[in-house]
């Protein structure tokens, strides 16, 4: 079980910088998200499967990566 790796996501941004609308962030200049990444070690280099989830789009994404370890 130690080549497995489970990371949970979180990310949060603002793209309205104008004062007013940092004091109201329940206004629409909020985006959130969230997800989950399982990531196995292997001989061939990291693999790793992401779901990730938004309110805003309401969809849930799925991508993979692939690499080498250096």
């Given at each position: 079980?130690?080549?497995?790796?489970?990371?949970?996501?979180?990310?949060?941004?603002?793209?309205?910088?104008?004062?007013?609308?940092?004091?109201?962030?329940?206004?629409?200049?909020?985006?959130?998200?969230?997800?989950?990444?399982?990531?196995?070690?292997?001989?061939?280099?990291?693999?790793?499967v992401?779901?990730?989830?938004?309110?805003q789009?309401?969809?849930?994404?799925?991508y993979v990566?692939?690499g080498?370890?250096?």
């Amino acid at each position: 079980w130690d080549d497995f790796l489970i990371s949970p996501l979180l990310n949060a941004a603002l793209y309205n910088f104008e004062l007013d609308a940092l004091q109201n962030l329940s206004s629409d200049n909020l985006l959130l998200g969230g997800g989950l990444s399982i990531g196995y070690l292997s001989g061939l280099g990291p693999m790793e499967v992401t779901f990730a989830w938004s309110p805003q789009n309401k969809k849930l994404l799925a991508y993979v990566n692939l690499g080498w370890t250096f």
